[in-house]
């Protein structure tokens, strides 16, 4: 980067809405202990304010932490930062996110997911390193966030333990988009807000055709967008032609991005786990009469702000995770977005100039379909590893801690159930030597006691390389053209063959373990159709998977013995995590799951054990997909033996001893929806020929 570039970046930024309020900014943070910024997304809280507090001397005490719920956000705001302060990344600002930590000695400024935050709270409660601590994008209601808010909350009601080994207080910034800021206000103790005022430009938008009420599952709203931006880019620009459509279509943006354009366009995908230097390029200006057309997950609705965005192009859907009550598991699904999330987006059209909005579905999808806002994460995912965290540091009453809005109580009970199936917690719902391991790996807690489960049979060699590739992105390439599909299943095939081609968790030891021997892994990955990025994330999480195995290693760690057969060692750990995940064989190819849901699934046709189902009685899994169908998938048989006397677990949980309610305390009314719920979930009897 020369001089003058970092100049401009520099000088840009006095242009910010935020800038005329340095002063009274510093101020306010100064003044009280809890502070509230909110401003139009774009106005420079995220990138100016940490840079703010540096200059008037927050960092001479203890350093400035900033959370994103989001790993791309936190990396791509610490590089622009970096760079207006001129320094390198990594050194005064730097960023840690899960499996990615870029700071150093000198890092004083430090972007982070707030899963990092939150693990640094378990090693240290008051946050002593930090002087002043901002927890940025709060509107998005992360899990994570939303614990944090509770806790700093917490923090502060015992001042003893908020002023504890520091000399200066901390102090806690809340920056938000224009929502919910009284309500935020009011949760933490009628602290003031700051509002920034924003300029904005108008917006126009528009209904379209393709999406109505009755396409709330729609799969085809991926294609309607193209046709639109492409319509779009035509009619307000360039001439269109057929081939410009047949091309974008033809565009997989997750694989080999760079070769594809349409003419006029430069198309750039923006996505969670896309690498660096591809996210640099979004925000760089198109070369003179080209256009620059992003393809964006919800990330870019306030996360990140890209200058010069006119027009935007609405699917109206979101992939979000949500726990599904068919399955009881948290699954990815396609969901309308909220009305609050569609303003947001069209409002990216407005930051510098007029602009448009095109929603491809109708008004009437949105009046029936679309709720007014987004229900927060913690009403709807899995809380288990959450409050394993709470229940460390040592909140006991899980149920009544400082939520700005609570989860359901059966969500928290459910969390409990499964904490205790994993021998984390005890019966009381005290934290077991097994939880307080366990709480140290960023993993979910089912792998994770696998993962134990092996060290402390020391074979953790086959468990952490598979913890590792179940916790990047698929790594296997199913490339568009159907010759080359062919080719690659193929591949993937013998690679499964190479581990018995009866066990995916095997096959994904397997592949780790081939490439990793390779003299030219990257050219290995390309002849075997998988993601040499993604196995490369594999290879360096492994590596800080065992980091902190022999970390814990060095405690009280537990040894056991095996005295079975040495070939069932490895699928006898994973049944220790995955118990939760049995499903038995039915009929034909249907199987049974034995959680108490007793959903009726099929193993995914990219399992090694596909059109096999005939061999199997006893399988585990590690997710599912649900189409019109239940598909489970990175499957792996097991004999019932090896589960017999984990499975009871699932069943005998006295859920109310568990969160050490009484009983007393518990209305008539969610007592009778559990035990409901309880009734429905009667084990399915076992017969002599699955044994
Ligand atoms: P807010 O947090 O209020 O939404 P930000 O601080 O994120 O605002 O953004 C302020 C400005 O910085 C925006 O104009 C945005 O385009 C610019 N910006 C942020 N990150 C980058 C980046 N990595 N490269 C170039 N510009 C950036
Ligand atoms: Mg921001």
């Given at each position: 980067m020369s001089k003058s570039a970092r100049w401009d970046s520099k000088d840009e930024s006095k242009h910010l809405p935020i800038y005329q309020h340095k002063h009274n900014l510093i101020q306010a943070v100064k003044n009280s202990t809890f502070l509230v910024v909110t401003g139009e997304t774009g106005s420079g809280k995220t990138t100016q304010l940490p840079q703010y507090l540096h200059e008037a001397g927050f960092c001479k005490k203890g350093n400035i932490g900033i959370t994103q719920p989001r790993r791309v956000a936190a990396i791509t705001v610490a590089q622009r930062v970096a760079q207006e302060m001129q320094c390198t990344l990594g050194r005064e600002v730097g960023y840690q996110v899960r499996f990615d930590d870029c700071t150093s000695q000198d890092t004083v400024v430090k972007y982070m997911t707030d899963g990092c935050l939150l693990r640094e709270i378990l090693a240290d409660p008051g946050l002593s390193q930090y002087s002043v601590v901002i927890l940025d994008e709060v509107h998005e209601r992360s899990l994570n966030t939303d614990i944090l808010l509770g806790l700093l909350k917490k923090l502060f009601s015992s001042p003893a333990k908020a002023s504890k080994g520091r000399s200066r207080p901390l102090k806690v910034v809340v920056m938000s988009a224009t929502l919910e800021t009284d309500k935020l206000s009011a949760f933490l103790g009628n602290c003031p807000v700051f509002t920034i005022p924003g300029r904005t430009f108008p917006v126009t938008c528009m209904f379209g055709t393709a999406v109505g009420p009755k396409d709330t599952e729609s799969t085809g709203y991926v294609k309607e967008v193209v046709k639109m931006a492409l319509d779009v880019h035509s009619s307000e620009m360039f001439r269109a032609c057929d081939l410009l459509f047949e091309k974008a279509e033809a565009?997989?943006?997750?694989?080999?991005?760079?070769?594809q354009t349409v003419e006029g366009l430069l198309i750039l995908p923006l996505y969670g786990s896309m690498p660096t230097d591809q996210q640099r390029q979004i925000f760089q200006p198109p070369p003179p009469g080209i256009r620059k057309c992003v393809v964006a997950?919800?990330?870019?609705?306030?996360?990140l702000t890209i200058n010069g965005i006119k027009y935007i192009i609405d699917s109206g859907f979101v992939k979000q995770l949500n726990h599904n009550s068919r399955v009881g598991m948290d699954i990815l699904e396609v969901v309308p977005i909220s009305k609050s999330e569609a303003q947001q987006r069209a409002g990216r059209a407005g930051r510098t100039s007029a602009g448009k909005c095109f929603r491809i579905y109708t008004k009437e999808f949105w009046e029936k379909c679309m709720p007014e806002y987004t229900v927060p994460e913690i009403q709807r995912t899995s809380l288990t590893a959450v409050v394993l965290t709470l229940k460390c540091l040592g909140i006991h009453d899980v149920i009544r801690f400082p939520y700005l809005d609570s989860p359901e109580e059966r969500f928290i009970l459910e969390a409990l159930k499964q904490l205790f199936q994993f021998d984390a917690i005890d019966r009381r719902g005290r934290v077991t030597q097994l939880g307080e391991l366990m709480v140290e790996f960023p993993l979910h807690p089912g792998l994770t006691r696998a993962v134990l489960k092996a060290a402390s049979l020391s074979c953790q060699d086959m468990l952490l390389p598979v913890a590792a590739m179940l916790s990047v992105e698929n790594i296997f390439i199913r490339p568009g053209h159907p010759d080359k599909q062919k080719e690659a299943d193929k591949i993937h095939r013998a690679l499964a063959a190479k581990s018995g081609g009866m066990n995916d968790f095997a096959t994904l030891l397997t592949v780790f373990q081939l490439c990793k021997s390779s003299d030219r892994p990257s050219e290995w990955c390309r002849q075997n159709w998988i993601h040499w990025r993604a196995l490369k994330s594999a290879f360096s999480v492994e590596t800080q998977l065992r980091e902190i195995l022999l970390r814990l290693q060095q405690r009280d760690f537990p040894v056991e013995t095996f005295d079975g057969n040495k070939g069932e060692l490895f699928r006898q750990c994973l049944c220790t995590g995955y118990f939760t995940n049995v499903a038995r064989r039915s009929v034909g190819k249907v199987f049974c799951t034995m959680d108490g849901h007793g959903s009726m699934v099929q193993i995914h046709p990219s399992s090694s054990l596909f059109d096999q189902?005939?061999?199997?009685n006893w399988v585990i899994f590690h997710d599912v997909l649900v189409t019109s169908r239940v598909y489970i998938r990175t499957v792996c048989p097991i004999r019932y033996d090896w589960v017999k006397d984990l499975l009871p677990k699932l069943h005998e949980v006295d859920v109310y001893e568990l969160s050490s309610v009484a009983r007393e305390e518990v209305t008539d009314e969610e007592m009778m929806k559990w035990e409901t719920r309880e009734a429905a979930k009667r084990q399915p009897e076992v017969s002599a020929e699955d044994v």
């Open positions: 565009i997989d943006y997750r694989y080999d991005v760079q070769d997950t919800n990330i870019a609705a306030t996360s189902e005939a061999e199997l």
